[in-house]
């Protein structure tokens, strides 16, 4: 529901989308996470690669898959089919000026190692949903690599996978480059 309420999106209170509408909030809730299940992505170069068409990514791709899978460690949270494990991992994101700007799943869970904690991003479509991080604060996929690359932000219940990387100006391109690989067909809709 955040989306609603971001002024850089729909800038709407949930009462105002309630009232227009005619639906109650916990039922917008409801049609809005069912839509959003809905939206698959495929096809994409990456797919093609693994489904045997070793020409599908650029050299460049294979290089950043490499690391992706490797020196970046990317998939100690981005597993699957939708890379993601749907779990919660403090990044840092939410660390600025010495305490956490937002609390993260703490505020939902209610536990402590949910601090400053967000859920997994899926990385389908990545490149074509800037800006990144829970609250937009990275504007571009080369951010999120260089973000990663420089170990998130230290703070007290930062994730033990989160660790500067030190990925080479090469590294970081490639590991972009694969990023854009993930990006194929969307399809909207139970079909």
């Known amino acids: 529901m955040q989306p609603i309420q971001y002024s ?3 800038d ?5 989308v309630s009232a227009r509408v ?17 939206i698959l992505s ?5 797919d093609r690669y693994i489904n045997g068409d070793r020409s599908a990514l650029s050299e460049e791709q294979q290089a950043g898959l490499q690391i992706f899978r490797g020196k970046g460690n990317c998939t100690a949270c981005h597993v699957g089919p939708t890379f993601s494990d749907e779990k919660l991992h403090n990044t840092g994101v939410a660390w600025r000026e010495g305490r956490l700007q937002d609390e993260g799943g703490f505020a939902v869970t209610g536990k402590a190692e949910h601090r400053g904690a967000f859920k997994t991003p899926t990385l389908r479509e990545v490149v074509r949903t ?10 571009t996929v080369e951010e999120v ?20 990387l030190r990925l080479t100006v090469e590294q970081k391109q490639a590991l972009a480059a694969f990023l854009e690989s993930l990006s194929g067909t969307i399809r909207e809709g139970v079909r």
């Open 42 to 46: 495929g096809n994409s170069l990456y």
């Open 12 to 16: 709407m209170t949930l009462a105002e």
């Open 22 to 38: 005619g639906v109650e909030e916990p039922d917008i809730a409801r049609a809005l996470a069912s839509y959003v299940r809905s």
């Open 145 to 164: 690599v260089r973000f990663y690359d420089e170990g998130g932000r230290a703070n007290p219940t930062i994730d033990p996978e989160i660790h500067p």
């Open 130 to 139: 800037a800006p990144y991080m829970h609250d937009g604060s990275l504007a």
């Open 8 to 10: 850089n999106e729909m």
